[in-house]
């Protein structure tokens, strides 16, 4: 892509905003304008998810925006973070739009809570009801108890655990090493919820299972906010500030049975083909050994060790013995996660992961690592690699 | 555990065959294909000529969860329950579960059968079981 990244900005994370999400909204992009230099006027582009809840309408309105010209939307949430990307640069490169903001904002802790079977279904005397068409919560799944995102990952978890024959212990200490890795990130990120919280493994061993084989410290963290990122065109970038990143690539790539929740795609032991790896570095003419820093979504922990394996970054197999001896940590091969992950930083739909990119890549990080490339993905169904062009 | 379908969905011939005992896929007329959720059109062969068939009850097992944190208070006596994706012979995949109280020991991989199980008059699910779970 031709795209650059200038601008990043975002209200406090918290359990309770006690703020509308139209106000966290405003908040955020007025936020990432000032990190880019930016003037609101300057704005002629919004794309968000389908899933948020505050209009590109309200937006105008609120800030009286002299006109949009382009805005665009990505069905689901986090499942699209690099694809809104991918669709903000899309229009930027098309000549639709010249400075594109690409917001997110949710009360989802003190709100609707995602992890919640209430989201999804209706009561009817002493009987819940499903209304949904598709997962989560859809009318084939609810009836099994099976509501939540949560609960999805735990089969994914299971499927590997099972394909590959790993014991209760390997296991365990893998996403173990994810959980407690990310926290020691997040204890020396000053925007993190869990900043003050420590996590040993023991303490990892130890935790409540919420559904088999994760366990509490496995799952993101419900979080209140909103946070925006500012686009415009590398050449624009260029005479603006040093700060700016460049979108190397960015892709989208579903496929039967893959979205919503991977229920029904053919394998649930890995949740991308070779090609949605294939289509993403080949955009950027790069390799996975080309990356420095990953940004994983990590809805769970448990889609580290898949993202690993499934955009070649490691071998089929190989995440239990790259995970438990630390290799995402500071000193490892690839760091993973290092502004904490949704899992201990905050769960931001995928924002605060590209936000931890452009913060790698200008240097600005809590846990500052040797970075000239970045990867990001949302299991395969949208991916990024950031750079300088 | 009680969460059903809305009853527009109820009388869909996926869930009017399961009220009568049965788990009837959605297959193609043309290319004899199965598939699942059902859907207007084949996704093999593209034929809108489709209909439905009863499955053989014949799966394997490729996940499963024990759930042991109600995400909803209706659910706080159903607490652990457990949940399973199944692969069917005929190449389609179910969510599905185990029947509360029974005693199994799952590993991905194992030989599953169909047991539909009737929760009220005009609504039952297919629970797919070990094989030789009720010899045991
Ligand atoms: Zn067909």
Redesign the pocket.
């Known amino acids: 892509m031709k795209t650059s990244i200038v601008g990043i900005g975002q209200t406090e994370f918290s359990t309770n905003s006690g703020r509308s999400e139209l106000k966290l909204a405003l908040e955020a992009i007025l936020s990432a304008l000032d990190d880019a230099g930016l003037e609101v006027n300057d704005i002629d582009g919004l794309v968000r998810y389908t899933w948020d809840n505050t209009s590109e309408a309200a937006i105008v309105n609120a800030l009286g925006l002299p006109s949009l010209k382009y805005y665009g939307e990505t069905e689901f949430g986090g499942v699209n973070c690099c694809g809104a990307i991918a669709q903000a640069s899309a229009a930027i490169q098309a000549g639709l739009a010249s400075c594109v903001v690409f917001y997110r904002a949710l009360n989802a802790r003190s709100g609707v809570r995602f992890g919640r079977g209430e989201r999804v279904l209706s009561e009817d005397g002493d009987a819940l009801i499903s209304h949904q068409p598709e997962p989560p919560g859809d009318i084939y799944s609810a009836p099994f108890g099976l509501l939540v995102p949560g609960q999805h990952h735990a089969l994914y978890a299971q499927s590997y655990k099972g394909h590959y024959g790993l014991s209760d212990e390997r296991f365990t200490e893998m996403l173990g090493s994810v959980a407690v890795t990310q926290r020691r990130y997040a204890n020396n990120n000053p925007r993190a919820l869990m900043k003050d919280r420590s996590l040993t493994m023991d303490d990892y061993k130890n935790a409540r299972v919420i559904s088999e084989p994760l366990r509490i410290f496995d799952y993101c963290l419900e979080t209140d906010g909103a946070m925006a990122i500012v686009l415009v065109s590398q050449e624009r970038a260029r005479s603006m500030s040093a700060k700016a990143v460049d979108v190397l690539s960015a892709s989208q790539y579903i496929f039967p049975g893959s979205v919503p929740m991977y229920l029904y795609a053919k394998d649930t032991y890995s949740l991308a083909p070779p090609e949605a790896g294939e289509v993403l570095f080949g955009r950027a003419g790069l390799k996975p050994s080309d990356i420095d820093v990953a940004m994983v979504y990590d809805a769970t922990s448990m889609m580290v060790p898949l993202a690993l394996e499934d955009f070649g970054f490691i071998g089929r197999g190989e995440a239990a013995d790259f995970l438990i001896s630390g290799q995402n940590g500071p000193n490892g091969s690839l760091p993973v996660n290092t502004h904490g992950g949704l899992l201990s930083e905050g769960y931001f739909h995928g924002l605060n992961s590209i936000a931890e990119g452009v913060r790698q890549l200008r240097g600005e990080s809590s846990n500052q690592m040797k970075a000239d490339t970045v990867f990001m993905t949302l299991r395969g169904a949208s991916s990024m690699i950031m750079g300088r062009a | 555990m009680n969460i059903k379908p809305a009853k527009q969905f109820l009388e869909q011939p996926y869930w009017q065959h399961l009220a009568k005992g049965k788990l009837f896929l959605n297959s193609?007329?043309?290319?004899?294909?199965s598939h699942h959720p059902p859907s207007p059109i084949?996704?093999?062969?593209?034929?809108f000529?489709?209909g439905w068939k009863e499955a053989s009850g014949k799966a394997t097992l490729n996940s499963f969860t024990v759930v042991r944190h109600a995400v909803h208070p209706h659910l706080e006596q159903d607490v652990p329950y457990i949940v399973t994706l199944v692969d069917l012979e005929e190449g389609v995949r179910l969510v599905s579960g185990i029947p509360a109280g029974m005693e199994v020991d799952l590993k991905v991989g194992m030989a599953l059968e169909c047991k539909v199980i009737q929760k009220d008059e005009d609504f039952a699910l297919p629970y797919f079981v070990p094989v030789d779970a009720d010899k045991a």
């Not at chain 2, 193609?28 to 294909?33: L, R």
């Not at chain 2, 084949?42 to 034929?47: A, F, H, I, N, Y």
């Open positions: 193609c007329n043309d290319c004899g294909s084949c996704p093999k062969c593209r034929s000529n489709t």
